[in-house]
T-cell receptor
Framework: AQSVTQLDSQVPVFEEAPVELRCNYS??????LFWYVQYPNQGLQLLLK??????LVESINGFEAEFNKSQTSFHLRKPSVHISDTAEYFC??????????FGAGTILRVKS | KAGVTQTPRYLIKTRGQQVTLSCSPI?????VSWYQQTPGQGLQFLFE???????NKGNFPGRFSGRQFSNSRSEMNVSTLELGDSALYLC?????????????FGPGTRLTVL
Protein backbone atom coordinates (compact mmCIF):
# COMPACT_ATOMS: atom_id res chain seq x y z
CA ALA A 1 0.00 0.00 0.00
CA GLN A 2 1.11 3.52 -0.68
CA SER A 3 1.65 6.09 2.03
CA VAL A 4 2.93 9.64 2.25
CA THR A 5 4.67 11.29 5.18
CA GLN A 6 4.97 15.03 5.47
CA LEU A 7 7.49 15.54 8.21
CA ASP A 8 6.43 19.00 9.34
CA SER A 9 2.90 19.96 10.29
CA GLN A 10 3.73 23.67 10.33
CA VAL A 11 6.61 25.67 8.90
CA PRO A 12 6.95 29.33 9.91
CA VAL A 13 9.27 31.42 7.76
CA PHE A 14 9.97 35.09 7.18
CA GLU A 15 9.13 36.74 3.90
CA GLU A 16 11.89 36.47 1.26
CA ALA A 17 13.52 33.57 3.10
CA PRO A 18 13.94 30.14 1.48
CA VAL A 19 11.71 27.25 2.48
CA GLU A 20 11.65 23.48 2.12
CA LEU A 21 8.59 21.34 2.79
CA ARG A 22 9.51 17.71 3.19
CA CYS A 23 7.69 14.73 1.74
CA ASN A 24 8.56 11.05 1.82
CA TYR A 25 6.52 8.32 0.23
CA SER A 26 6.29 4.58 0.44
CA UNK A 27 5.26 2.45 -2.50
CA UNK A 28 6.14 -0.90 -3.98
CA UNK A 29 5.51 0.25 -7.53
CA UNK A 30 6.42 3.15 -9.73
CA UNK A 31 4.51 6.23 -8.69
CA UNK A 32 3.48 9.63 -9.79
CA LEU A 33 4.01 12.44 -7.33
CA PHE A 34 2.16 15.70 -6.79
CA TRP A 35 2.14 18.80 -4.64
CA TYR A 36 -1.18 20.52 -4.10
CA VAL A 37 -1.85 23.82 -2.34
CA GLN A 38 -5.01 24.71 -0.44
CA TYR A 39 -5.93 28.26 0.52
CA PRO A 40 -8.51 28.82 3.28
CA ASN A 41 -12.02 27.80 2.31
CA GLN A 42 -10.93 26.62 -1.09
CA GLY A 43 -10.32 23.36 -2.88
CA LEU A 44 -6.95 21.96 -3.86
CA GLN A 45 -4.86 23.42 -6.65
CA LEU A 46 -2.15 21.43 -8.37
CA LEU A 47 1.21 23.08 -7.80
CA LEU A 48 3.47 20.66 -9.66
CA LYS A 49 3.73 17.03 -10.64
CA UNK A 50 6.31 14.39 -11.41
CA UNK A 51 5.22 11.74 -13.89
CA UNK A 52 8.49 10.75 -15.55
CA UNK A 53 11.62 12.25 -17.09
CA UNK A 54 13.57 15.01 -15.37
CA UNK A 55 13.60 14.57 -11.63
CA LEU A 56 13.43 18.33 -11.03
CA VAL A 57 10.04 19.85 -11.70
CA GLU A 58 9.06 23.49 -11.44
CA SER A 59 5.90 25.49 -11.05
CA ILE A 60 5.07 28.82 -12.60
CA ASN A 61 5.19 30.66 -9.27
CA GLY A 62 8.76 29.74 -8.29
CA PHE A 63 8.30 26.45 -6.44
CA GLU A 64 10.29 23.40 -7.41
CA ALA A 65 10.45 19.80 -6.26
CA GLU A 66 12.97 17.06 -6.84
CA PHE A 67 12.08 13.41 -7.13
CA ASN A 68 14.66 11.27 -5.35
CA LYS A 69 13.95 7.61 -5.93
CA SER A 70 16.69 6.26 -3.68
CA GLN A 71 15.48 8.36 -0.74
CA THR A 72 11.81 8.04 -1.75
CA SER A 73 11.42 11.77 -1.32
CA PHE A 74 9.76 14.61 -3.18
CA HIS A 75 10.62 17.74 -1.20
CA LEU A 76 9.15 21.10 -2.19
CA ARG A 77 11.38 24.18 -2.21
CA LYS A 78 11.16 27.86 -2.92
CA PRO A 79 14.20 30.18 -2.75
CA SER A 80 12.23 33.24 -1.62
CA VAL A 81 8.70 33.11 -0.20
CA HIS A 82 6.02 35.75 -0.29
CA ILE A 83 3.20 36.48 2.12
CA SER A 84 0.78 35.16 -0.50
CA ASP A 85 2.41 31.71 -0.25
CA THR A 86 0.78 31.24 3.15
CA ALA A 87 -1.39 28.15 2.71
CA GLU A 88 -1.51 24.44 3.41
CA TYR A 89 0.53 22.20 1.13
CA PHE A 90 -0.21 18.56 0.45
CA CYS A 91 2.07 15.98 -1.05
CA UNK A 92 0.30 13.13 -2.86
CA UNK A 93 1.16 9.91 -4.63
CA UNK A 94 -0.67 7.71 -7.08
CA UNK A 95 0.15 4.64 -9.08
CA UNK A 96 -1.50 3.95 -12.40
CA UNK A 97 -4.93 5.35 -11.76
CA UNK A 98 -6.69 8.35 -10.36
CA UNK A 99 -6.66 7.49 -6.67
CA UNK A 100 -4.50 9.96 -4.78
CA UNK A 101 -3.00 9.17 -1.40
CA PHE A 102 -2.26 12.37 0.48
CA GLY A 103 0.08 13.29 3.26
CA ALA A 104 -1.24 15.03 6.36
CA GLY A 105 -0.36 18.45 5.01
CA THR A 106 2.09 21.18 5.99
CA ILE A 107 0.89 24.66 6.90
CA LEU A 108 3.31 27.25 5.57
CA ARG A 109 3.10 30.51 7.53
CA VAL A 110 4.99 33.39 5.96
CA LYS A 111 5.65 36.25 8.36
CA SER A 112 6.54 39.81 7.46
CA LYS B 1 -13.28 26.74 -19.53
CA ALA B 2 -15.36 26.43 -16.39
CA GLY B 3 -13.80 24.59 -13.50
CA VAL B 4 -15.24 21.86 -11.32
CA THR B 5 -18.38 22.99 -9.55
CA GLN B 6 -19.89 21.54 -6.42
CA THR B 7 -23.28 22.17 -4.91
CA PRO B 8 -24.26 23.05 -2.35
CA ARG B 9 -21.22 24.74 -0.81
CA TYR B 10 -22.50 24.37 2.73
CA LEU B 11 -24.90 21.95 4.38
CA ILE B 12 -26.14 21.43 7.91
CA LYS B 13 -27.84 18.16 8.75
CA THR B 14 -28.73 16.24 11.89
CA ARG B 15 -27.71 12.74 12.86
CA GLY B 16 -29.65 10.02 11.11
CA GLN B 17 -30.53 12.09 8.07
CA GLN B 18 -29.18 11.49 4.62
CA VAL B 19 -27.51 13.93 2.24
CA THR B 20 -26.73 14.18 -1.46
CA LEU B 21 -23.85 16.22 -2.82
CA SER B 22 -23.39 17.10 -6.47
CA CYS B 23 -20.33 17.59 -8.64
CA SER B 24 -20.09 18.86 -12.21
CA PRO B 25 -16.70 18.09 -13.81
CA ILE B 26 -14.78 20.13 -16.30
CA UNK B 27 -16.27 19.78 -19.76
CA UNK B 28 -14.80 16.73 -21.50
CA UNK B 29 -13.61 15.07 -18.32
CA UNK B 30 -15.00 11.59 -17.80
CA UNK B 31 -13.51 10.70 -14.43
CA VAL B 32 -14.86 12.05 -11.16
CA SER B 33 -13.32 11.24 -7.80
CA TRP B 34 -14.54 12.10 -4.32
CA TYR B 35 -12.45 12.82 -1.24
CA GLN B 36 -13.30 13.50 2.39
CA GLN B 37 -11.20 16.02 4.30
CA THR B 38 -11.30 16.17 8.10
CA PRO B 39 -8.87 17.64 10.64
CA GLY B 40 -8.32 14.24 12.20
CA GLN B 41 -8.04 11.93 9.20
CA GLY B 42 -6.87 14.37 6.55
CA LEU B 43 -7.72 13.78 2.92
CA GLN B 44 -9.12 10.36 2.19
CA PHE B 45 -10.23 8.86 -1.11
CA LEU B 46 -13.87 7.81 -1.23
CA PHE B 47 -14.43 6.53 -4.77
CA GLU B 48 -13.93 7.23 -8.45
CA UNK B 49 -16.42 7.03 -11.28
CA UNK B 50 -15.56 6.76 -14.96
CA UNK B 51 -18.17 6.53 -17.70
CA UNK B 52 -20.93 5.89 -15.16
CA UNK B 53 -19.06 2.97 -13.52
CA UNK B 54 -17.33 2.92 -10.18
CA UNK B 55 -13.71 2.26 -11.02
CA ASN B 56 -12.08 2.49 -7.61
CA LYS B 57 -13.23 2.59 -4.02
CA GLY B 58 -11.70 3.65 -0.73
CA ASN B 59 -12.24 2.22 2.72
CA PHE B 60 -15.50 3.79 3.72
CA PRO B 61 -18.66 2.09 4.98
CA GLY B 62 -21.56 1.33 2.68
CA ARG B 63 -23.40 4.41 3.96
CA PHE B 64 -21.27 6.31 1.47
CA SER B 65 -22.34 5.77 -2.11
CA GLY B 66 -22.14 7.54 -5.42
CA ARG B 67 -23.18 7.52 -8.99
CA GLN B 68 -22.30 9.18 -12.26
CA PHE B 69 -24.64 10.26 -15.01
CA SER B 70 -24.19 10.10 -18.76
CA ASN B 71 -23.09 13.74 -18.82
CA SER B 72 -20.31 12.86 -16.31
CA ARG B 73 -21.95 14.77 -13.47
CA SER B 74 -21.66 12.86 -10.24
CA GLU B 75 -23.49 12.68 -6.95
CA MET B 76 -22.47 11.19 -3.66
CA ASN B 77 -24.90 10.17 -0.97
CA VAL B 78 -24.35 9.62 2.71
CA SER B 79 -27.13 7.85 4.57
CA THR B 80 -27.75 7.70 8.31
CA LEU B 81 -25.43 10.59 9.03
CA GLU B 82 -23.08 10.43 12.01
CA LEU B 83 -21.30 13.29 13.77
CA GLY B 84 -18.02 12.01 12.36
CA ASP B 85 -19.25 12.59 8.81
CA SER B 86 -18.79 16.33 9.32
CA ALA B 87 -16.14 17.19 6.77
CA LEU B 88 -15.23 19.02 3.61
CA TYR B 89 -16.14 16.81 0.66
CA LEU B 90 -14.04 17.47 -2.40
CA CYS B 91 -14.73 16.37 -5.92
CA UNK B 92 -12.03 16.12 -8.58
CA UNK B 93 -12.29 15.55 -12.29
CA UNK B 94 -9.69 14.33 -14.73
CA UNK B 95 -9.34 13.02 -18.23
CA UNK B 96 -9.11 16.14 -20.27
CA UNK B 97 -6.95 16.12 -23.39
CA UNK B 98 -3.23 16.36 -22.63
CA UNK B 99 -3.47 15.45 -18.96
CA UNK B 100 -2.50 12.28 -17.19
CA UNK B 101 -3.52 11.54 -13.63
CA UNK B 102 -3.87 15.27 -13.18
CA UNK B 103 -6.95 15.97 -11.16
CA UNK B 104 -8.74 19.28 -10.90
CA PHE B 105 -10.53 19.91 -7.64
CA GLY B 106 -13.72 21.77 -6.94
CA PRO B 107 -14.15 24.15 -3.98
CA GLY B 108 -15.83 21.48 -1.88
CA THR B 109 -19.03 21.05 0.07
CA ARG B 110 -18.73 21.62 3.79
CA LEU B 111 -21.08 19.28 5.63
CA THR B 112 -21.85 19.83 9.28
CA VAL B 113 -23.71 17.10 11.14
CA LEU B 114 -25.37 18.16 14.40
Amino acid sequence: AQSVTQLDSQVPVFEEAPVELRCNYSSSVSVYLFWYVQYPNQGLQLLLKYLSGSTLVESINGFEAEFNKSQTSFHLRKPSVHISDTAEYFCAVSDYGNKLVFGAGTILRVKS
Amino acid sequence: KAGVTQTPRYLIKTRGQQVTLSCSPISGHRSVSWYQQTPGQGLQFLFEYFSETQRNKGNFPGRFSGRQFSNSRSEMNVSTLELGDSALYLCASSGGQGTYNEQFFGPGTRLTVL
